[in-house]
């Protein structure tokens, strides 16, 4: 069964740490993605990255980076965590750069920083 | 990518088909209907997608308007465990672009 995989279910943080999340897929695909979803607001795209060492800004980049060394592993760093980053952060890949095929998303972490 | 409209929230009697609608009106030719659900503390799970022909799996139907401004998810028999937020997310194909997700309608599946 194919599987994406993060690292945490669930993390607590203090205000100002350095936050890694991570995310393996074990399918081979190229894309992967980092969301973060919080309640009225649905899913928000962070980054995504379509190969190794390659990376693009989504819809809300301010406050993280990532990081993707190798084709099965997508990081999404928060470089000094706040209170508003306080969310559910979902980690996504897909097959190909057509985007024919459906998105497979892993079980979430769930981060609270304090 | 389009925008899309999806009623907030829905009941269903466990057992009978939901039809979940979703208005696209500004769809392009190129784009396609996707859908996916999340149940509660999962990650999104992918259903369905079509560009103008309906479709069909094993989880799902998925019916779109011959003038493309409209589609239906139907569950033909729903269960509780399909419980969960439906989203409906029109796309380009062909393109490497990120999936944009809604609020969706939430599906309450009732005994």
């Known amino acids: 069964d194919v599987k994406v995989t993060q690292s945490s279910r669930y993390l607590v943080k203090r205000t100002g740490e350095k936050v890694f999340l991570e995310c393996v897929q074990d399918?081979?695909?190229?894309?992967m993605f980092w969301y973060r979803q919080d309640p009225g607001l649905g899913l928000r795209l962070i980054y995504f990255?379509?190969?190794?060492?390659?990376?693009e800004k989504g819809d809300i980049p301010e406050g993280y980076s990532v990081s993707r060394e190798k084709k099965e592993r997508f990081s999404l760093i928060l470089e000094s965590a706040s209170t508003n980053q306080t969310s559910m952060y979902l980690c996504?890949?897909?097959?190909?750069?057509?985007?024919?095929?459906?998105?497979?998303f892993g079980s979430g972490t769930r981060l609270t920083v304090v | 990518d389009a925008k899309t409209t999806q009623p907030p929230s829905m009941d269903c009697a466990e057992g009978r088909a939901a039809n979940l609608p979703c208005n696209h009106s500004?769809?392009?030719?190129?784009?396609?209907v996707y859908w996916y659900r999340q149940i509660h503390s999962q990650g999104p799970q992918y259903i369905i997608h079509?560009?103008?022909n309906n479709e069909t799996n094993e989880m799902a139907s998925l019916i779109i308007t011959e003038d493309r401004k409209s589609s239906t998810l139907i569950l033909p028999h729903a269960t509780l465990r399909d419980t969960a937020v439906y989203y409906c997310?029109?796309?380009?194909?062909?393109?490497?672009?990120?999936?944009?997700f809604g609020t969706g309608t939430r599906l309450q599946v009732t005994l």
């Open positions: 996504a890949s897909s097959p190909s750069r057509t985007g024919l095929m459906g998105y497979t």
């Open positions: 399918m081979d695909h190229e894309n």
């Open positions: 990255s379509y190969d190794v060492k390659m990376k």
């Open positions: 500004t769809i392009s030719g190129n784009e396609y």
């Open positions: 079509g560009l103008k």
């Open positions: 997310i029109v796309r380009v194909a062909g393109t490497a672009s990120k999936l944009t």
